[in-house]
């Protein structure tokens, strides 16, 4: 990102964040031109992410890479009394204050609205928690792992005849990140028309519920109860699921009626389209298994770059990936979605790029800081502190 550049260009937030979720968010953030000055910790060595493996060591990984680029790192303890004097400092140069701390720990370190409203009226405090600021869960930790049990994912993921299974990535930490980013833009937009700002408190698992969206209001308003189902079905629309190939996996979805057509077209079964079980979205979803049977034993007669020939652009179609190929994908490179950021260990750390592309927002990917690699810049440009005052809050280990 190119300094003042992107849509979010002037916007500054202080991000007291680590690991995944938090991070992922501010670094949508940063994408989009904002300034993320992401405070760590100097006594415990800053962002746990920095050393998770593979490939973490001397206090910088892949996986604090993937999450962290564009920022600006402060080493600095904030839970002193000169650190809470840095940090308010901070805070009057900023619109935002991002944390991911447990949900009722903003208001004890005093990093709430209602705590820094005196030193910024406009501030905009964001916290993306487990479970939120409220509620009997408050004061538990969570992670993405926990809120797909607790969420009914793991239940719905999976064979019928499997174990719960969770999602492959943590799609709710970075879902999570989303809504926070969200949540604060919006608070920044009212803060500079109002002149008042507001604490945003978003919470993975109510993030997790959200995401339920239709399979929830089945559930609260009528007797359908979604379940896992072979090959990874869609719960109503038939065909709309994982099929096996004669050397792979394809997934077909039939979300129009125009495609159901299309797709016994292409599979040589015209005479299927009269069968009146399988006419409409209905009659498919009512005659599941006698439309499965035949569909699943033509699919296996070809491999999946022979059907994808025959179906791309035509029905909704995709081959079942492994993650080598997904990122060989031509889509991606034809949409810049994976560059190269230079790092002085790594060399030339290959990552993917946000997926909101637009103008301004899409230059070149910046590395993720080493620790503390910008604490003098930011006190001495931004805060306007003497060098001297700098040393003396590195001799008494406030930052560094």
Not at 370 to 393: F, Q
Request: charged share 20%.
């Amino acid at each position: 990102m190119t300094a003042g550049s992107g849509p979010l260009a002037g916007v500054r937030v202080i991000a007291l964040s680590q690991f995944g979720a938090g991070p992922y968010g501010t670094m949508l953030l940063a994408d989009l031109g904002a300034e993320i000055i992401k405070i760590e910790d100097p006594v415990s060595g800053g962002d746990v992410a920095r050393t998770v493996p593979p490939g973490a060591s001397n206090g910088d990984s892949l996986y604090f890479q993937s999450f962290n680029r564009g920022k600006k790192s402060v080493a600095l303890d904030f839970r002193t009394q000169p650190g809470r004097d840095v940090l308010h400092d901070l805070v009057r140069h900023a619109d935002a204050l991002f944390n991911n701390l447990r949900g009722d720990l903003p208001a004890k370190v005093g990093i709430t609205y209602e705590a820094l409203k005196a030193v910024n009226p406009k501030i905009v405090t964001c916290s993306l928690s487990g479970f939120g600021a409220t509620g009997p869960r408050a004061r538990e930790p969570g992670y993405d792992a926990l809120m797909q049990a607790l969420a009914g994912y793991m239940s719905l993921t999976g064979e019928p005849d499997g174990p719960p299974a969770k999602a492959g990535v943590s799609i709710i930490d970075f879902a999570g990140g989303f809504a926070a980013a969200l949540g604060l833009v919006a608070g920044v937009l009212d803060a500079r028309t109002t002149g008042r700002g507001r604490d945003v408190d978003v919470a993975l698992f109510d993030t997790a519920v959200s995401m339920l969206s239709y399979l929830a209001a089945w559930q609260l308003n009528s007797s359908f109860e979604a379940s896992r189902l072979p090959g990874s079905a869609h719960q109503t629309i038939v065909p709309g699921q994982n099929f096996q190939t004669s050397d792979g996996w394809i997934t077909v979805f039939c979300a129009k009626e125009k495609f159901w057509q299309d797709l016994a077209e292409e599979m040589d079964l015209q005479e299927i389209l009269s069968d009146p079980r399988f006419r409409t979205f209905g009659d498919r979803y009512r005659n599941r298994e006698a439309l499965l049977g035949t569909l699943r034993e033509k699919f296996q007669a070809r491999t999946t770059a022979d059907w994808m020939a025959r179906l791309r652009g035509k029905v909704p179609a995709a081959p079942v990936n492994d993650l080598p190929a997904a990122l060989a994908e031509e889509q991606l490179s034809a949409r810049g979605m994976v560059q190269a950021a230079s790092h002085p260990r790594f060399g030339a750390v290959r990552q993917v790029m946000s997926p909101i592309l637009t103008e301004g927002a899409n230059a070149p990917p910046v590395r993720a800081p080493r620790l503390g690699e910008h604490t003098d810049e930011v006190l001495r440009d931004l805060l306007g502190y003497s060098d001297e005052r700098i040393r003396s809050l590195r001799a008494a280990r406030v930052v560094a």
